[in-house]
């Protein structure tokens, strides 16, 4: 998992730890199962909140990749924050509004 991605994430949800990113490996279902795991959240809440953070983190005015401004290879870390975000953003799907 990304650098940033990872910080982020766990600035996010402080009850993750290094262990539970590395075993997410990417994985949209994995982080889902842990936020449920760690957070108590229904599948739902945790399909919402994820995909809130997600968005909320592409955002320009929200987001600076920090990668693009450092001296480690910008155009690495650029293209690899992408390829993050969209792996994991492609793997959680948008939950369904019930209005009961």
Do not use: I
């Not at 599948?43 to 955002?59: Q, T």
């Not at 155009?75 to 953003?89: D, I, N, Q, T, V």
Request: proline content about 2%; charged content about 30%.
């Amino acid at each position: 998992m990304n650098k940033d991605l990872r910080t982020r994430l766990k600035a996010q949800w402080g009850k993750l730890t290094d262990d539970d990113l590395d075993r997410v490996d990417g994985q949209a279902a994995r982080l889902l199962g842990l936020l449920r795991e760690k957070y108590g959240y229904a599948m739902c809440r945790a399909e919402h909140e994820l995909l809130r953070f997600l968005d909320d983190s592409r955002s320009p005015r929200r987001w600076v990749d920090a990668a693009v401004a450092s001296a480690e290879g910008a155009a690495y870390g650029a293209s690899s924050s992408r390829r993050a975000w969209a792996s994991l953003r492609s793997g959680v799907s948008k939950p369904s509004v019930n209005h009961s």
